[in-house]
């Protein structure tokens, strides 16, 4: 674990001088069915430095029980990362992914 650390560290110094902002896209596994099981994820790809953290909500409040990918990087050197988590949607629920990325925030909503 420590190793992984240093070497994210390690990539994030050499990508320091190149910051990119993340390329993010919120989707569902299959079409949204009220009440029936789902998938919802929220992907992030093309951005450096690695310092990014990926929330899902649900009207607007944090989802629980979140799982996320190993960050890993392109031959470019730019990161990406996947958060994901089971849902059960409901009638009228929004859903949207809070990215934190090199102090900014930006949300980036479930499109129907």
Same mark, same amino acid.
Request: hydrophobic share 40%; charged share 20%; with cysteine.
């Given at each position: 674990?420590? *190793?992984?650390? &240093?070497? *994210? *560290?390690?990539? /994030? ?9 993340? %390329? ?8 949204? =069915?009220? /009440? ?6 929220? #992907? ?9 953290? &990926?929330? &899902?909500? %649900?009207? /607007?409040?944090?989802? !629980?029980? +979140?799982? !996320? ?13 996947? +958060? ?5 949607? @409901?009638? /009228?629920? !929004? ?5 934190? #990325?090199?102090?900014? +925030? @930006?949300? =980036? @909503? *479930?499109?129907?």
């Amino acid at each position: 674990m420590m *190793l992984r650390v &240093l070497i *994210l *560290l390690s990539l /994030g110094l050499i990508c320091a001088a190149s910051v990119s902002s993340p %390329q993010v896209n919120v989707y569902t596994y299959k079409p949204i =069915v009220t /009440g029936e099981k789902n998938v919802l994820l929220c #992907h992030a790809k093309e951005f450096s430095p690695p310092n990014i953290k &990926l929330e &899902l909500l %649900q009207d /607007g409040a944090a989802i !629980q029980n +979140t799982k !996320q990918s190993d960050i890993s990087f392109e031959p470019n050197w730019k990161f990406k990362l996947t +958060t994901y988590v089971e849902i059960f949607p @409901k009638e /009228g629920a !929004q859903y949207a992914c809070r990215v934190l #990325h090199n102090g900014d +925030t @930006k949300i =980036v @909503k *479930l499109e129907s």
